[in-house]
């Protein structure tokens, strides 16, 4: 159960945040083995103030419209699939809605399976 926090800038438009989820959502389920209709994504848009991206971490040259994307997941993937990913959405990104490859930022955060509740108070992992 991969969920999925995309922070874009302010000036981002509710269609291009769409456009960005649906791209993560398809990554995920082509490199990360995620199960169909497990789509959990909070989307949000931040002020310059509040979305600071280093313009040029590791000679990489970052411009205004840099997002992060953060998505906790369950361990175990290898890092062959955690690299597709990577590629596969930055490649998605890049042709769905022209965003260049080096304004994508993305960390994986992997957490037991029993660190999840999907409601009920259960937690239906454990």
Known sequence: ????????????????????????????????????????????????DELIIDPSYLGIARSAEALIIQLTLNEGRTVAMKQAFYKAVADGLHERVGLRRED???SLV????????????????A
Request: charged share 25%; no cysteine; glycine share 6%.
């Open 1 to 48: 159960m991969p969920l999925a926090r995309i922070d874009l800038p302010a000036t981002a438009s509710i269609d291009y945040g769409r456009a960005v989820a649906d791209v993560v959502y398809e990554a995920m389920l082509g490199t990360l083995n995620a199960p169909r209709d497990d789509r959990f994504q909070i989307v949000s848009r931040r002020s310059p």
């Open 110 to 125: 992997e957490v037991k399976k029993e660190n999840w509740s999907f409601g009920n108070g259960i937690a239906q992992y």
């Open 104 to 106: 994508v930022v993305i």
